[in-house]
């Protein structure tokens, strides 16, 4: 039986390389019930899903790649071991609200209408890219999402301003949802969110991707509470949840039920998505503060694997469908590389347009 098809409670996990700091977390997952949400979901959606997985696994990986080639510049953050993440939250919420993220940005994209040729030019730094070149890895947009961000919690407030737009606008049903790294946490701009969203009882869900390391720190030497979410929410007086983020039935189930707790109560929400990245912080990061012994542990938890498995285990999925559909997605993307090669590189005369500045006295 995989281990997704039994309803989660609480687990003990180890996580951490250095013996001195390591702690047993004990975690109160939301409660879920994979054979209700498959029921929910349907055979359709889930193989859509699952297709969208894959997508953005090979695009991470092709783009890592054109990064090691040098046709990409700047930083690459990667998205890989945390799809399920936002994969569950955009199938149990939509796309009618606004998202907020952080320079993790391409998987957000893509699920939010982003095209993989728009996304992936963006990498090259071509004309034809989401920003028009200009924006690269860290910077993608669509047309609900309001930016991948590069300040370490600096992108918090602006998901709260938008939360806050929504009430003063009286946009009933909408939501903010924001996403930030474990890393964030300690931000002074991540605490005053928190508070004015519950003083003012603003429609926002944040999401702490608690992928176990901000940049090269453990989370055990970098935060004093853990769980997080289970922690800091009584803080400010809002309600939270803590959901496996490799498994993609628990993110979606917990998702929905925190959409339906903030469209009641129009109050915040904290979520903890426990994952953890199966590269370094970016691919110049070596990662050499973690055992390859720890990362094989941590990549038999596969999300993709797994919900593969789940679905193979009730009869949607056969493994030839799966191999068939893996080379379908691959090839998807390898054809946006030679999209993304062939499009032009910007002008350097519109270099300053769409940038503003007062005029000299």
């Given at each position: 039986?995989?281990?997704?098809?039994?309803?989660?409670?609480?687990?003990?996990?180890?996580?951490?390389?250095?013996?001195?700091?390591?702690?047993?977390?004990?975690?109160?997952?939301?409660?879920?019930?994979?054979?209700?949400?498959?029921?929910?979901?349907?055979?359709?959606?889930?193989?859509?899903?699952?297709?969208?997985?894959?997508?953005?696994?090979?695009?991470?990986?092709?783009?890592?790649?054109a990064?090691?080639?040098?046709?990409?510049?700047?930083?690459?953050?990667?998205?890989?071991?945390?799809?399920?993440?936002?994969?569950?939250?955009?199938?149990?919420?939509?796309?009618?609200?606004?998202?907020?993220?952080?320079?993790?940005?391409?998987?957000?994209?893509?699920?939010?209408?982003?095209?993989?040729n728009?996304?992936?030019?963006?990498?090259?730094?071509?004309t034809?890219?989401v920003?028009?070149?200009?924006?690269?890895?860290?910077h993608?947009?669509?047309?609900r999402?309001?930016?991948?961000?590069?300040?370490?919690?600096?992108?918090?407030?602006?998901?709260?301003?938008?939360?806050?737009?929504?009430?003063?606008?009286?946009?009933?049903?909408?939501?903010?949802?924001?996403?930030?790294?474990?890393?964030?946490?300690?931000?002074?701009?991540?605490?005053e969110s928190?508070?004015?969203?519950?003083?003012?009882?603003?429609?926002?869900?944040?999401?702490?991707?608690?992928?176990?390391?901000?940049?090269?720190?453990?989370?055990?030497?970098?935060?004093?509470?853990?769980?997080?979410?289970?922690?800091?929410?009584?803080c400010?007086?809002?309600?939270?949840?803590?959901?496996?983020?490799?498994?993609?039935?628990?993110?979606?189930?917990?998702?929905?039920?925190?959409?339906?707790?903030?469209?009641?109560?129009?109050?915040p929400?904290?979520?903890?998505?426990?994952?953890?990245?199966?590269?370094?912080?970016?691919?110049?990061?070596?990662?050499?503060?973690?055992?390859?012994?720890?990362?094989?542990?941590?990549?038999?938890?596969?999300?993709?694997?797994?919900f593969?498995?789940?679905?193979?285990?009730?009869?949607?999925?056969?493994?030839?469908?799966?191999?068939?559909?893996?080379?379908?997605?691959?090839?998807?993307?390898?054809?946006?590389?030679?999209?993304?090669?062939?499009?032009?590189?910007?002008?350097?005369?519109?270099?300053?347009?769409?940038?503003?500045?007062?005029?000299?006295?």
């Amino acid at each position: 039986m995989s281990p997704l098809t039994t309803p989660l409670k609480s687990a003990i996990l180890e996580i951490g390389s250095d013996p001195r700091k390591m702690k047993k977390k004990q975690y109160h997952f939301f409660q879920s019930d994979t054979k209700k949400v498959i029921a929910e979901i349907g055979k359709d959606v889930l193989l859509q899903t699952l297709k969208n997985m894959l997508l953005i696994r090979h695009f991470e990986m092709r783009g890592e790649a054109a990064y090691q080639q040098g046709k990409v510049g700047g930083f690459y953050h990667s998205y890989m071991g945390q799809e399920a993440i936002q994969t569950g939250c955009i199938a149990a919420v939509g796309t009618t609200h606004w998202f907020t993220t952080t320079y993790r940005c391409h998987a957000l994209a893509l699920l939010l209408g982003t095209t993989l040729n728009e996304a992936m030019a963006e990498l090259y730094g071509k004309t034809t890219g989401v920003a028009m070149g200009r924006g690269g890895s860290m910077h993608m947009y669509a047309d609900r999402m309001l930016g991948g961000l590069a300040i370490v919690g600096g992108h918090v407030p602006i998901a709260t301003g938008a939360a806050f737009t929504i009430k003063y606008l009286k946009k009933k049903g909408l939501v903010s949802f924001c996403f930030l790294g474990e890393g964030a946490v300690a931000q002074g701009a991540v605490h005053e969110s928190l508070n004015i969203a519950s003083l003012w009882n603003l429609p926002c869900i944040y999401v702490i991707e608690n992928n176990q390391w901000g940049m090269g720190t453990a989370v055990t030497r970098a935060l004093c509470i853990e769980p997080i979410a289970e922690n800091m929410a009584k803080c400010y007086d809002i309600k939270s949840y803590t959901l496996d983020g490799m498994d993609f039935f628990n993110c979606y189930a917990g998702f929905k039920e925190a959409l339906h707790e903030v469209s009641k109560t129009s109050r915040p929400v904290l979520i903890e998505a426990v994952t953890e990245r199966f590269r370094g912080h970016s691919i110049s990061d070596p990662a050499l503060y973690r055992t390859k012994e720890e990362l094989a542990k941590t990549m038999e938890r596969d999300p993709i694997i797994s919900f593969k498995d789940t679905l193979i285990e009730h009869k949607i999925l056969t493994e030839a469908q799966y191999e068939e559909m893996d080379k379908e997605q691959k090839a998807i993307v390898i054809a946006a590389m030679k999209f993304a090669e062939e499009s032009p590189w910007p002008d350097p005369m519109v270099l300053e347009q769409g940038v503003l500045a007062p005029e000299e006295a």
